[in-house]
């Protein structure tokens, strides 16, 4: 359970409301003002510099730790750099509109209009991208197949190599960029790289200095002056020195995280297997002398700051992305590098310390293998029972085959963790662009029939049609998504990230040019299970059964299914026929073919930095706004409704036959091959886990879901009742957290549409 201090902090989260703060757009302009004509790369440390020297530092009279990325807790972070209209457009509407709202000053809006708006016109990432992407590209983007994301924002999804920062120190990794630029003058990356890995260690002084300042003030009770000082120590040692212990390690890693976000304002800097790269500083800890308990009330100290950052998004992305997912993804238990199980004490405790916390950060995640002991997955499952959407489960002996078919090393395979929602990535090896876009193969089915309204003359003709307006528009979206990629090495790239990221040093080259070990872009397929849920009822009912017309079909279509006798034909379509999720091997291989072409048609591209694209399923919360772009379908979908949630899921409502027939369904998927991850949710009744023997239920289906070679499973143990009533009346349940996709958030702070698609989810039991 929390402690005062603890329970403190938690409450200070929420005291106040998210409001928008400009000071890092307000500093990156200063300096941007000061290096005009220089290499960009330079500029982007300096810039960074200067927002380093200059953040204001604000310190909790309670915590532990210290670092604050905003002067008030989750408070949004603008990037005009990245992109300075869609900010204009919506400096209003903040505080109103349906999804993530915050508060603005009017002297900040002023600011923003007549300050930022107009120095950042006409030089920023999207400007870059919008003069570049090829015209067919925009077209191909105006039908709603696709979106090229990060056009507007920092990349992220990346995993740095916090456990080499730990081992080595600052101050040691500073003499290498040194060293390296002093041998290559002519080298930008590397001068960038020694003024960040500077300018982070000058940051981390300036908070001993801010912290040592208080110790010394009145009104500070001795025994909050000795944590004072403990504090200061701490900084004054990692400021360039190796962490000695648990206190030194999770402070460094933090600051160094917050670093990252003051470069880049990107979502989803992950923090990997941490109870691997912690465990030898945790060890340490004790060998000291610090008690379980102190350890526990550190740990929640940093569990709740990574519940202090929250992202600004526009109000289209925010129902992509509703709920601020942050993307502080947390992995435990999996294999070592040897393929040995590397569960530890702190394996269960990191689990463990949501039980106290109960927030949606950190996104925690378990690795599954046949070797997981059992004692660490019932304390998954106990976790999972308190219906905080967490953690969610990932395949070892999938996801390390799927990285090894994509010429990933075995060892570096082995060490794969998650990004932002489920992402899969190489700790500190990997820049994967994981997140570049989303593509509605719904959409696709759409314009396929629009296109042909004389119709075919065979089912196999029609599947031949699809996929050739799939392949068409991939093609578009890989196009797209590499003009996006160059943006960024153009405009914005991430010297003090990649400094974190092997071989960038090796290579003397930022990640946004190549630097990186690994280099994918990934993809994601988005719409399967509604594909085949229609492509099986036109199949019987227009091509054997001839029961109505493919012109009759494509009528009620168009009218959404309005017409007199529609809703008979409509409920017929619904009932009558099978769907995906079912263990029905009719439908469940109609959506195992498509997204299987969808997957080899993706892998034909290369990206810029010379790696491949990779294909992965899931929606965030994308699956509603995907919803709104395509019409009526033949599985009974009404125009605009949303389409399946998670990437596997079956559409809401349609899987019947239990949980275990939907793992049997997605056991049929080509699931290696979404070597960027795929997703699927499960919904549980309360009642259905109770006790000691629904833990055991609970723990077979998961080595059920490991020995199917599924990659991802995640779940909401939450009853209608207390769902709908947290909607009706939110203020009764401001502390209700459920898993969206990929991600947990406060169900109160979701838009109703996301509210509904939970709200509406199959309730299993098992």
């Not at 003499?175 to 300018?199: K, M």
């Not at 917050?258 to 790269?277: P, V």
């Not at 034909?604 to 919360?621: A, D, E, I, L, M």
Request: glycine share 8%; proline share 4%.
């Amino acid at each position: 359970m929390l402690t005062e201090r603890t329970r403190h902090i938690k409450e200070s989260l929420f005291s106040r409301p998210r409001r928008v703060d400009l000071e890092r757009a307000t500093l990156l302009m200063e300096s941007y003002r000061q290096t005009e004509g220089e290499p960009v790369i330079l500029r982007r440390a300096k810039a960074l510099r200067h927002v380093l020297e200059r953040h204001r530092i604000v310190l909790d009279d309670y915590d532990l730790l210290v670092g604050n990325r905003t002067t008030t807790p989750r408070a949004g972070v603008v990037s005009p750099e990245m992109s300075p209209y869609w900010i204009m457009d919506e400096l209003d509407d903040f505080p109103t509109r349906p999804q993530d709202t915050f508060e603005m000053s009017e002297e900040d809006k002023r600011c923003y209009r007549e300050v930022l708006y107009p120095f950042w016109k006409g030089r920023s990432l999207n400007d870059w991208y919008s003069e570049h992407c090829p015209r067919e590209v925009k077209a191909a983007e105006g039908d709603k197949v696709f979106a090229v994301a990060q056009t507007d924002k920092g990349q992220g999804h990346i995993i740095p190599d916090y456990g080499e920062a730990l081992r080595r120190g600052l101050g040691d990794i500073l003499g290498e960029c040194q060293a390296r630029s002093d041998a290559h003058p002519q080298n930008d990356f590397y001068r960038a790289a020694a003024i960040c890995v500077s300018s982070t260690i000058s940051y981390v002084r300036r908070y001993e200095s801010s912290v040592r300042e208080r110790a010394s003030q009145g009104g500070v009770t001795s025994r909050r002056r000795g944590e004072l000082l403990r504090i200061a120590d701490v900084l004054s040692h990692v400021a360039t020195e190796p962490a000695r212990d648990l206190y030194d390690a999770l402070q460094l890693v933090w600051l160094l995280s917050l670093a990252l976000q003051h470069e880049s304002n990107a979502s989803s800097i992950s923090l990997g297997r941490m109870d691997q790269y912690l465990w030898p500083y945790y060890q340490a800890s004790l060998d000291e002398g610090v008690t379980e308990a102190q350890v526990r009330e550190l740990l929640q100290c940093f569990y709740l700051k990574c519940n202090t950052v929250v992202f600004l998004r526009s109000t289209a992305s925010a129902e992509f992305f509703g709920g601020f997912p942050t993307g502080y993804n947390l992995v435990v238990g999996g294999v070592d590098e040897k393929g040995e199980d590397a569960t530890n004490q702190l394996s269960y405790l990191m689990l463990d310390l949501q039980r106290d916390t109960r927030l949606p950060q950190p996104n925690l995640s378990l690795r599954v293998h046949q070797g997981t002991p059992q004692a660490l997955l019932e304390q998954a499952c106990r976790i999972i029972r308190l219906g905080d959407g967490v953690p969610q489960c990932f395949n070892d002996e999938v996801n390390i085959e799927a990285f090894t078919r994509r010429g990933v090393r075995i060892e570096d395979a082995r060490d794969y963790a998650v990004v932002g929602c489920v992402e899969l990535s190489v700790p500190g090896r990997m820049y994967g662009l994981h997140d570049i876009s989303m593509f509605n193969i719904l959409k696709c089915f759409e314009i396929c029939l629009n296109e042909h309204p004389d119709g075919f003359e065979s089912f196999q003709e029609l599947e031949a049609a699809i996929q050739e307006v799939m392949s068409r528009y991939i093609a578009l979206m890989a196009e797209g998504c590499n003009a996006c990629d160059l943006a960024h090495r153009a405009v914005a790239p991430t010297p003090l990230l990649s400094v974190f990221v092997h071989d960038s040093l090796e290579k003397g080259a930022d990640i946004t040019s190549g630097g990186a070990r690994y280099n994918p872009s990934g993809v994601q397929g988005v719409g399967t299970a509604n594909l085949a849920d229609s492509l099986v009822v036109v199949k019987h009912a227009v091509f054997e059964e001839k029961a109505i017309s493919y012109s009759g079909l494509l009528a009620m279509l168009a009218r959404d299914w309005s017409g007199d006798g529609d809703e008979t034909w409509r409920q017929r379509f619904i009932n009558r026929y099978p769907k995906y999720g079912n263990d029905v091997d009719e439908v469940d291989n109609i959506s195992a073919r498509f997204l299987r072409f969808y997957g080899e048609q993706v892998e034909r591209y290369k990206n810029p930095r010379g790696g491949h694209f990779q294909p992965g399923s899931y929606t965030v919360s994308a699956h509603i706004p995907l919803g709104h772009a395509v019409g009526a379908t033949p599985d009974g979908r009404r125009a605009g409704e949303q389409l399946a949630d998670g990437g596997l899921s079956p559409m809401v409502g349609r899987d019947k036959n239990g949980p275990t027939a939907s793992l049997s369904s997605v056991s049929k998927l080509d699931n290696v091959r979404d070597s960027n991850g795929s997703l699927l949710n499960v919904k549980f009744s309360p009642s259905a886990l109770a006790g000691d023997g629904g833990i055991r239920k609970l723990s077979a289906y998961l080595r059920a879901f490991s020995r199917l070679g599924i990659q991802h499973v995640q779940f909401n143990v939450v009853d209608r009742a207390t769902l709908m009533d947290a909607q009706s009346h939110p203020e009764r349940h401001q502390d209700l957290i459920v898993r969206v996709a990929g991600y947990s958030a406060m169900f109160v702070e979701l838009a109703k549409g996301v509210q509904d698609d939970i709200i509406n989810r199959t309730e299993h039991v098992l």
